[in-house]
């Protein structure tokens, strides 16, 4: 009876030490606080700027314009000619139709461009992290956001941002 103590009690102490082994390998980073404070993502947000600036110009413009003819229209519609106004309406219709699809194809672009930004920069946290943890030989690095509790020893966030290149 007494060495079926013992072996219980060795497996035990085997499978408390795997435990406590593992959770020295475990470290966490915060993503959402790297992204905020990463020095490339204000460089990116002006270079999407000013890769974006001339088209939102153009499309501003062409807003003013159609705004333009649709004050005109208002103004005069009483003086006006049937077949002028319909004209003009009809003008005004295509205008718009053609700048509802400028705006969208614009937005569709700046969208696809800061996601191809984002995921550039989140690629570099990436890299960064795995070889901080091949470095401190951490088996698992989690996200800060998916954890109730770590001790802050096991933060890596701002390592990270200091060896970002």
């Not at 990116?44 to 004050?71: C, H, M, P, W, Y």
């Not at 800060?144 to 933060?155: C, E, G, N, P, Q």
Request: hydrophobic share 35%; aromatic share 10%; proline share 1%.
């Amino acid at each position: 009876m007494r060495q079926f103590f013992h072996l219980i009690y060795l497996i035990f102490i085997l499978t408390f030490s795997n435990y406590l082994q593992a959770y020295d390998k475990i470290a966490v980073v915060n993503v959402y606080y790297l992204l905020q404070k990463i020095p490339q993502n204000s460089n990116v947000s002006k270079k999407l700027e000013s890769e974006f600036r001339i088209r939102a110009n153009e499309l501003k413009i062409q807003e003013g314009k159609i705004r333009d003819q649709f004050t005109k229209l208002n103004r005069n519609k009483s003086i006006m000619k049937l077949t002028e106004r319909k004209k003009l309406v009809k003008d005004i219709t295509k205008q718009n139709n053609e700048f509802s699809i400028k705006v969208q194809k614009f937005e569709k672009d700046k969208l696809r461009r800061q996601i191809e930004e984002r995921n550039k920069i989140l690629d570099k946290i990436h890299n960064t992290i795995k070889k901080i943890a091949k470095k401190h030989s951490y088996d698992v690095v989690i996200d800060s956001k998916s954890t109730a509790y770590i001790l802050s020893k096991k933060d890596i966030t701002k390592e990270v941002l200091k060896n970002i290149k």
